[in-house]
């Protein structure tokens, strides 16, 4: 129970026996289910839907990333691509460029591009971490009062996870 209450994820053991003392047939159960994922699908694809300004992620350390706006003159990813190269050089350290909400594209520490990467409904396209079971992803910022502080990335994920 403890795992459904803090990650949304349950044993499907449990899930058909909950579900057999409340009185609710497995049709009833497959049919939520199936509501409940298009109804995230459609939210999800909403939220990425909606533009944002392309930023760069270093990663200092395991876990830890900073994260650095690109100037606003940047209009292609072709042009994003060779500032990220540029920090994953000066840094010597992993880069990740967060174009949109969908698309991300990782460069190694000598700026080479390894992978680019479309994040689907339930998987973040930014670096992330398990955390208590769950994905998590922090930056580094220097918000305007000059200090640096460490902030979780929101990312949608899946409100609920049967597993076997």
Request: hydrophobic content about 40%.
């Amino acid at each position: 129970m403890q795992k459904l209450e803090e990650r949304g994820e349950i044993y499907a053991g449990l899930l058909w026996k909950l579900a057999d003392s409340l009185g609710i047939d497995a049709a009833t159960i497959d049919a939520l289910i199936e509501q409940d994922r298009r109804e995230f699908v459609r939210v999800w694809n909403e939220w990425a839907d909606v533009p944002i300004s392309p930023f760069i992620v270093i990663r200092l350390l395991p876990a830890v990333h900073k994260r650095s706006d690109l100037p606003d003159r940047i209009e292609t990813v072709e042009e994003a691509e060779i500032i990220a190269a540029d920090a994953a050089r000066h840094w010597r350290k992993k880069v990740y460029l967060q174009w949109t909400r969908r698309l991300s594209v990782r460069f190694d520490e000598d700026g080479e591009i390894t992978g680019r990467t479309e994040s689907v409904p339930g998987k973040a396209s930014v670096p992330t971490m398990r955390l208590r079971g769950s994905r998590r992803s922090f930056v580094l910022e220097n918000p305007a009062t000059g200090r640096t502080v460490l902030r979780l990335i929101g990312w949608p994920e899946h409100p609920i996870s049967i597993q076997e």
